[in-house]
């Protein structure tokens, strides 16, 4: 639930109809409920045996990720998750085409939402959240190539149902197809340093993360361990690979067909990953204030769309009401 501070800070009067004509359980409703898993705390107005099985999936990508990155998983803590049980809900809380995300929410920290029932297209974006979130443990400088070609490189993690093996590695289609036949472009996705510029650049991180794991496994092992002691990402590039500078054309161009070629063979080793037991998930059910407060603790994008302030007003009203 948000601080009553926080909330009669948003107090005006303003029109008492609810963003998407929400009605908590006090006011008809479906119940909510929050569900504490060993990295999650999720709240959602899903029914209690979707809600489990929300829990259930996004533990085991969490701890793909986890055991699939590291010998010695670091902690991570808990991560908050809004999981609306209807579409148009999700919508209230989503950018422009956004499947699920993941964001930096001002009083409860880190947040994903996303819709109550998971698809493969929230399960592979929560395998690429989840991914930056555990990397930011260990690895004290990260190049955006790096940060964004592993977690491209783990979303694969995603096809972890509870009828699948979890595994790591193996070429994923929906990449793939964005970057084969190769035309290059190493050089500019190593050298990015705000955000890569398109979903393509996406796929060059990948592909060339894809590189590094299956065919220089040592040096990329070492360059890891470079990260995380806080090496200049630049400096710690040019040591291990000397011979792909990214000042250089004719380096870059060699790191290109090199790409190209491991591409071209479709050969991308990929291993299981044993998962510890997954401690038992709690359950509790949420008040109609706590339900608001979870609403308002996410910034309501709407899909890019303006979002009235009478609205936010009326939300407020109704938490404190409550």
Request: charged share 25%; proline share 7%.
């Amino acid at each position: 639930m948000l601080p009553s501070a926080a909330l009669i800070a948003l107090v005006a009067a303003g029109d008492p109809a609810l963003a998407g004509g929400f009605e908590c359980p006090e006011r008809g409703g479906p119940p909510w409920r929050e569900l504490r898993s060993a990295h999650f705390v999720i709240q959602t107005d899903a029914s209690s045996s979707k809600a489990h099985e929300l829990a259930e999936d996004l533990e085991r990508i969490h701890e793909t990720v986890r055991y699939g990155l590291f010998r010695k998983p670091p902690e991570t803590g808990v991560i908050r998750v809004l999981a609306p049980a209807e579409r148009e809900e999700f919508d209230l809380f989503a950018p422009k085409d956004a499947a699920a995300f993941y964001t930096e929410a001002a009083l409860v920290g880190p947040v994903i939402v996303l819709p109550g029932d998971l698809r493969d297209s929230q399960r592979i974006v929560a395998a690429h959240e989840i991914t930056h979130h555990v990397a930011a443990r260990v690895f004290a400088r990260q190049p955006l190539w790096f940060a964004e070609g592993l977690a491209t490189y783990m979303e694969s993690v995603a096809q972890v149902g509870p009828h699948h093996t979890p595994s790591v590695g193996g070429l994923a289609a929906w990449r793939f197809a964005e970057v084969y036949p190769f035309l290059g472009g190493a050089a500019e996705v190593l050298t990015a340093r705000k955000h890569l510029k398109d979903s393509h650049a996406y796929a060059v991180a990948w592909a060339l993360v894809q590189l590094l794991v299956n065919r220089h496994g040592t040096e990329f092992g070492q360059l890891q361990q470079r990260f995380a002691r806080g090496q200049d990402p630049a400096v710690a590039w040019r040591e291990v690979f000397p011979q792909w500078d990214p000042a250089d054309h004719a380096s870059m161009d060699a790191l290109d067909g090199e790409i190209g070629r491991f591409l071209k063979t479709g050969e991308s080793h990929s291993r299981d990953v044993e998962l510890p037991p997954v401690p038992p998930v709690e359950e509790r059910a949420l008040s109609a204030a706590d339900a608001h407060g979870a609403r308002l603790a996410v910034p309501w994008i709407n899909r890019g769309r303006k979002v009235d302030p009478g609205l936010l007003r009326a939300e407020a009203e109704e938490a404190l009401r409550h």
